[in-house]
C-alpha cells in the first residue's frame, strides 16, 4: 500500500511546477536547518530566548532519539531501493529511511513552538512542518509510515523538551526570587 502511495505521487502529483518548490522544501530540512536558523533567531533576542531554547532542547533530543537511536536499529531500505519504477528526485540519501528525520526535526521544533508561543505563529510553523514531511514523500526519498512515525516522534519530543525546559526555567526563576529577597 505504501508503494502505491509513492507510485501515485510520482505519478499523479510531481510537475514542473511543484518540482522546485518540493525541491527547495524539502532542501529546508536537510540538517533541519530551516528549524536551528529560526532556533538561532530566537537564541538571540532575550524575549524569545526561552522559546529559542525549547527549540534547540527539542532539536537536540531529537537528534538523539532519532539520528543516533531509532534508524540505526530499524534499518529501513529506502523506498526508491525497492519499489519499481519510484523515482528519488534528490539523490541516494546516506542514512535508514525510518523515521524520517526530517519530518521528526521539523515537528520537534514546530511543536515545541506550538506549545510556547500564540497560534498566530504555531499553527504556521506545524504547516511548514508538515509540508516539509509531505515534501519526503514528494521526492521518494521516504515511506508514507517513516513521515508518520517522524511526526509523532517530533512531537512526543518537542513535549518532553518543552516539559524538561519549564522545569528548569522555574528553577532559574525561583532561584532568582529568592535571591531579590535574601
Known sequence: MEAQILLFIQNNMRTTLLDPLMMAITGLGNAGIFWII????????????????????????DVLIVNAIVKPIVARVRPYDVIEGLICMVGPQKDPSFPSGHTA??????FALFLKIPKKFGIPALLMAALIG??????GVHYPTDVLFGMIFGILIAIL???IMDRIFALIDRKRAAKKEG
Request: charged share 15%; glycine share 2%; net charge positive.
Open 105 to 110: 526535526s521539523s515537528f520537534a521544533a514546530a
Open 38 to 61: 529560526l532556533t538561532a533567531v530566537l537564541l538571540i533576542f532575550k524575549k524569545t530566548r526561552r522559546v529559542g531554547l525549547c527549540c534547540a532542547a527539542a532539536l537536540a533530543i
Open 161 to 163: 523538551a518543552v516539559f
Open 134 to 139: 509531505f515534501s519526503r514523500l514528494y521526492v
